[in-house]
């Protein structure tokens, strides 16, 4: 069982940044591959970015590619998705996943355990 808690979301203008972190549980972290995924209101949770086991392969969707970025640090056991040039576009609440398939997923199926989301808002 992994337990995941996102957190550093918040109200930032366009063309600003923050960093979500998820923390995770569990001697096993390092095996699963991670992802990030967000919902804004009234439209379907739609795939952002995920990672691999090992933090070598990454993959996102195309609307934030160049200004996101994934990483994961495997011995605290957290992953981050840093969010540069913000759009209000970007709005939504925003949730990490683990799959313990170890790959990188964008399909929310795929993923076995899911954090409670944490709320990213960007004013125009």
């Known amino acids: 069982q992994v337990q995941l808690v996102e957190s550093g979301g918040g109200l930032v203008q366009t063309g600003g940044s923050l960093r979500l972190s998820c923390a995770a549980s569990?001697?096993?972290?390092?095996?699963?591959?991670m992802g990030w995924f967000r919902q804004a209101p009234g439209k379907e949770r739609e795939f952002v970015a995920a990672i691999n086991w090992s933090g070598g392969s990454t993959y996102y969707t195309d609307s934030v590619k160049g200004r996101f970025t994934i990483a994961r640090d495997n011995s605290k056991n957290m992953v981050y998705l840093q969010m540069n040039v913000l759009k209000p576009e970007d709005t939504a609440v925003y949730y990490c996943?683990?799959?313990?398939?170890?790959?990188?997923?964008?399909?929310?199926?795929?993923?076995?355990?899911w954090g409670q989301g944490t709320q990213v808002t960007v004013s125009s």
């Open positions: 569990g001697r096993t972290f390092s095996s699963y591959g």
């Open positions: 996943a683990a799959g313990k398939a170890g790959y990188l997923y964008t399909t929310g199926s795929w993923y076995d355990y």
